[in-house]
């Protein structure tokens, strides 16, 4: 009996729909997670996710929270739909006449497709992250108010709008992601949009190598049979432990990444010239808990987006799509 054949369009498919509906859901705490992760111990503004958050809406209003979703939601299509289709084709290829993949083998199929993805996402994320964290940054470069200070508050506002008090209205003056990337093109051409790439692949390659395997064998243990898919709520669920699992395992790196991407800086804010220097730079001056920043935030947006992706994914939205095109005769 030949081996049964995967449906790579069908696959893209699911893995863009997934994405798209995952990334629409949690992305406010994406954002929280970047400016968590990137302020220092010189410019801290935020205490917690929520504060960020509560933050975030009085001085930039609702749609403040979704600083940067547009670049998100354009790019985590390909980006999802390479790192799901990938892991199944490299699952597929890896298999010996349709048995059980070792777990060595899962392992592999899960590098794969981490390896992948990186293809897309580091220009996702080096847009994403400027975005993110202009409203962070126009706080951090505003000169401080004290009570010594000549000139009031309502003055400051009238000669800097951009920049008040984290409690106060922001008006935000960020580039687009298109100026954005223009920039970046023309100053220092496509490696501009690449910049991170190494710690992109530091975090990506090791969380696939962990999610996938760990989400294929929970995944296993809810089905009631030994043919056909587990149930919808077991590969939520068994999507949400092994992707909050496989996230704090990898945050530190995380940290590391958005660091390294991000353009703009406070004035009391280091630099980093890559992966080793930040390592140093961020165990000198904060400590080995600062790798740990932001990383509730990040399990609490990997756990729902990948649950809802392999909802998604299992439900076979691709293949009922296809389904409605004309086949070509042979």
Not at 172 to 201: C, F
Not at 211 to 235: D, I, Q, R, T, W
Request: proline share 5%; hydrophobic share 45%; with cysteine.
């Amino acid at each position: 009996m030949a081996d049964k054949q995967i449906s790579l369009p069908a696959k893209l498919i699911n893995g863009g729909i997934a994405g798209l509906i995952g990334v629409t859901c949690v992305f406010p705490i994406d954002l929280a997670k970047t400016r968590l992760q990137n302020q220092q111990n010189g410019s801290r503004l935020y205490t917690s996710m929520s504060d960020c958050l509560i933050k975030t809406i009085r001085s930039e209003g609702y749609f403040g929270m979704y600083r940067g979703a547009a670049v998100n939601l354009t790019l985590v299509t390909p980006e999802k739909a390479i790192k799901l289709a990938a892991n199944d084709f490299f699952r597929f290829h890896l298999s010996k006449d349709g048995q059980k993949l070792t777990l060595f083998r899962e392992m592999l199929a899960g590098c794969g497709a981490g390896t992948c993805q990186v293809i897309v996402t580091t220009p996702m994320e080096m847009l994403k992250i400027q975005l993110q964290d202009a409203g962070r940054i126009a706080v951090v470069k505003s000169p401080p108010v004290t009570s010594v200070c000549v000139v009031s508050i309502a003055a400051q506002r009238k000669l800097m709008p951009q920049a008040v008090s984290p409690g106060g209205p922001v008006e935000v003056k960020s580039p687009t992601a298109m100026q954005i990337t223009r920039d970046l093109l023309r100053q220092k051409g496509i490696a501009g949009l690449y910049k991170g790439l190494g710690a992109t692949l530091l975090r990506d390659v090791p969380f696939s190598i962990i999610y996938f395997p760990l989400f294929a064998n929970l995944n296993n243990l809810g089905k009631k049979g030994a043919e056909g898919p587990a149930p919808f709520y077991v590969s939520f669920i068994s999507g949400c432990v092994a992707g909050s699992t496989a996230a704090v395992a990898v945050n530190p790196v995380d940290v590391i990444k958005t660091r390294l991407q991000s353009l703009t800086r406070g004035s009391q804010e280091d630099t980093y010239s890559g992966v080793t220097d930040c390592i140093r730079k961020i165990l000198h001056n904060e400590g080995p808990a600062a790798f740990l920043k932001g990383a509730y935030c990040r399990a609490l947006v990997i756990a729902p987006l990948f649950g809802i992706a392999q909802v998604v994914y299992f439900l076979g939205m691709g293949e009922f799509i296809l389904s409605f095109l004309p086949k070509r005769s042979d």
